[in-house]
């Protein structure tokens, strides 16, 4: 067995009604005023006021940056950094998708050492600790309330950049699962898939270990046999769904991630495609190309997702690629990139970026630029 290392920091708090532990948590941190990050769909239907009156409850004072959008902009870390800076705050409460999420990890690494988020990409430069940031996920899919990692646009040159240090960890996360029972179906099914994606990908990761593999099959286990339920209703299922979310944030922080991952950030960039939504277009494609470097654990992942699997002794890896285009089908997910807005003549342009992630090198079959291209022409 390989040497490997593992560590979970963080302090998580999960159940319904959870958010009321909002005051409490803030209050460990013995420090006066918040800025709370989010988006302007949670500021219009009033959830960012409750943060608000939480945090007034432990008689700490707020200020709020609701101007957080998909796929986030480099423009949109500086302006939060700045607004942090001027508000006085000393510490973020961070509210919302893997957007806000991001945007307030990429801000606080500004707001203590300057500079642009563009200074700070890739891994280990970060120089040191940032303020504590209590992260409140309000979807089931990124993760990213317990991940080292964020993911920025650089809208200058169409790329999706990643900043990672492990002191992007959320000193807290909390997980109420009635945060994520009024989200729109669309946006259920691209964020369930993305983080069925990262469970998936962290399983097949070449950096895999037993402790990553551990999360990783214990949510695909839950996604799998919620997701369905969780996009027809989201009242259903809701904290399995937010649960299984949250062990595959740890396992891919663990272990990373794999081509899709590489292969959908430019189709984000390029395009503005939702990144649940680009990652699930490009998974079937993926996953037929992983086929012969599967290591064994196709059944395993087939037996989560698949509504009537077969037995093992039945299985053929090509199963998996089908069972994860009928979930697509299922979900109203455009069953192509060209449906989902992309055009071709980018493809070259997308497989060098694709190219530069790290993602690449630990995807189970060894892949080159060409092959890059070549997934992206048969997921068109």
Same mark, same amino acid.
């Given at each position: 067995m390989k040497t490997f290392s593992f560590s979970i920091p963080q302090n998580v708090i999960f159940g319904k009604g959870s958010l009321q532990e909002l005051p409490q948590a803030a209050k460990k941190l013995k420090k006066k005023k918040a800025l709370i990050i989010s988006g302007p769909h949670l500021q219009k239907i009033g959830m960012v006021g409750k943060c608000r009156d939480a945090l007034k409850a432990a008689e700490i004072e707020s200020e709020a940056f609701t101007e957080t959008e998909g796929n986030p902009g480099t423009e949109t870390v500086e302006k939060a950094a700045e607004i942090y800076r001027k508000s006085g705050a000393e510490f973020i409460v961070a509210f919302g998708g893997g957007?806000?999420?991001?945007?307030?990890?990429? *801000?606080?690494?500004?707001?203590? =050492?300057?500079?642009?988020?563009?200074? =700070?990409?890739?891994?280990?430069?970060?120089?040191?600790?940032?303020?504590? #940031?209590? *992260?409140?996920?309000?979807? *089931?899919?990124?993760?990213?309330? #317990?991940?080292?990692?964020?993911?920025?646009?650089d809208h200058s040159r169409n790329y999706k950049l990643s900043v990672s240090s492990s002191y992007l960890l959320p000193s807290c996360a909390i997980l109420d699962p009635e945060l994520i029972a009024s989200v729109p179906e669309k946006t259920a099914a691209a964020c369930g898939v993305d983080a069925l994606v990262h469970a998936l990908e962290a399983y097949l990761s070449l950096a895999a270990s037993p402790f990553s593999d551990m999360f990783a099959l214990k949510a695909l286990q839950m996604i799998g046999s919620s997701l369905r339920a969780y996009v027809a209703d989201r009242n259903q299922e809701a904290e399995t769904m937010l649960l299984g979310s949250l062990f595959a944030g740890i396992a891919f922080s663990h272990a990373r991630l794999g081509n899709v991952h590489a292969m959908s950030h430019p189709v984000s960039a390029y395009f503005n495609v939702p990144h649940g939504m680009a990652n699930a277009v490009l998974l079937p494609t993926v996953a037929a190309y992983n086929e012969q470097a599967a290591q064994g654990k196709y059944y395993d992942i087939y037996r989560c997702i698949a509504e009537a699997p077969v037995s093992e002794k039945e299985f053929v890896p090509s199963m998996l690629a089908e069972a994860l285009r009928l979930l697509n089908r299922e979900l109203g997910i455009p069953p192509c990139l060209k449906e989902a807005g992309v055009k071709a003549e980018y493809f070259e342009a997308m497989a060098d970026d694709a190219m530069k992630s790290g993602n690449i090198a630990v995807n189970p079959r060894k892949t080159t630029r060409a092959d890059v291209v070549e997934l992206y022409k048969q997921a068109f």
């Open positions: 957007s806000p999420l991001d945007v307030a990890k990429a *801000a606080g690494v500004l707001a203590v =050492y300057g500079g642009r988020i563009t200074d =700070y990409e890739g891994g280990g430069k970060v120089p040191g600790p940032i303020m504590p #940031v209590i *992260a409140i996920p309000t979807t *089931a899919g990124t993760g990213s309330e #317990v991940t080292p990692f964020a993911v920025i646009t």
